[in-house]
């Protein structure tokens, strides 16, 4: 949350001590007076980098090889313009599940996932990527993890970041993205 010091709170103090009858009209014209704010970036989940699993080293790829495996389980977000600046925050809420494999040793895995953002061209103009080690503690194989992002998207103040778009996705190497694709082709239709 943040806390704003200046001139709103000062103006906040003499509302307090204005009458009621003030606070109702002044309440109705800022009804009429404010500009409808803008639909937020959409979130898109990047199908092919939305599930992650992690093998021992060698080449063995059956359940007995696997270490972790990870998944993008859902995620809120929810955004607000400053509109003469030209610039709008989006909060997002990413919820990650996890679960520890039998071939896995230690008691966490860590993970690295991508946050990028397009702008209404479709061009990429930042990408981040984060890395998440969920602790397994005794006993438990799998577990959830929230990840709290805050993204500040710079746009045309004429315009809105209506379409801009942010993706969010496993950052996979180039191997375990050709084994997705592999996985997939086998996979009858």
Do not use: N
């Not at 949350?1 to 109705?28: D, N, Q, V, W």
């Not at 990028?116 to 890395?131: G, H, L, N, P």
């Amino acid at each position: 949350m943040t806390i704003r010091h200046g001139p709103r709170a000062r103006a906040a103090g003499l509302f307090r001590r204005a009458s009621p009858f003030l606070m109702l009209f002044l309440a109705g014209c800022s009804l009429f007076g404010t500009t409808p704010q803008p639909a937020c970036p959409r979130v898109v989940l990047v199908d092919e980098a939305r599930q992650i699993t992690l093998y021992r080293d060698g080449p063995g790829r059956d359940l007995t090889d696997v270490r972790y495996q990870g998944a993008i389980a859902g995620f809120k977000s929810k955004c607000e313009y400053d509109l003469d600046a030209g610039l709008v925050d989006v909060d997002l809420d990413l919820q990650l599940a996890f679960s520890r494999g039998p071939a896995a040793r230690e008691g966490e895995g860590r993970f690295d996932y991508f946050v990028a953002i397009t702008d209404d061209a479709d061009k990429v103009i930042a990408k981040r990527v984060f890395s998440v080690t969920p602790e397994f503690p005794v006993g438990v194989t799998r577990v959830g993890v929230t990840e709290e992002l805050t993204q500040e998207i710079h746009y045309r103040p004429a315009k809105s970041a209506s379409g801009h778009k942010i993706f969010v996705g496993f950052q996979l190497t180039r191997e375990q993205l050709a084994e997705k694709r592999r996985q997939r082709q086998r996979q009858p239709q």
